[in-house]
């Protein structure tokens, strides 16, 4: 069982690896507004960050409210984060962080 847990994240992991900054940044934003993933972490205090800087490398999200319906990549990523444990997610997340 733990195998078959650790290939979930390893899986997303591999998805984020492949992403850029500004869908990283996006996917941030969707897991730290999510009502849907339990973080350890403050939520707002992550949100603001990922939305600080992605403010700052993105126009459209300056803008406006990007929707988030444009990015499929981003809309399985987050199904499959809210498929996993809190630890999983927890994971995830922290990785997240540490590759922006």
Request: glycine share 2%; with cysteine; aromatic share 8%.
């Given at each position: 069982?733990?195998?078959?847990?650790?290939?979930?994240?390893?899986?997303?992991?591999?998805?984020?690896?492949?992403?850029?900054?500004?869908?990283?940044?996006?996917?941030?934003?969707?897991?730290?507004?999510?009502?849907?993933?339990?973080?350890?972490?403050?939520?707002?205090?992550?949100?603001?960050?990922?939305?600080?800087?992605?403010?700052?490398?993105?126009?459209?999200?300056?803008t406006?409210?990007?929707?988030?319906?444009?990015?499929?990549?981003?809309?399985?990523?987050?199904?499959k984060?809210?498929?996993?444990?809190?630890?999983?997610?927890?994971?995830?997340?922290?990785?997240?962080?540490?590759?922006?």
């Open positions: 069982m733990n195998n078959n847990i650790d290939d979930k994240v390893k899986d997303v992991i591999n998805i984020i690896n492949n992403m850029d900054v500004k869908n990283k940044l996006r996917l941030g934003l969707c897991m730290s507004s999510s009502a849907y993933t339990n973080l350890k972490y403050n939520k707002s205090h992550i949100h603001s960050i990922f939305d600080k800087r992605l403010k700052e490398i993105d126009n459209e999200h300056l406006s409210y990007v929707n988030i319906r444009k990015y499929p990549t981003l809309l399985y990523v987050m199904a984060i809210m498929e996993m444990n809190n630890n999983q997610q927890n994971q995830i997340a922290l990785y997240l962080l540490n590759s922006i």
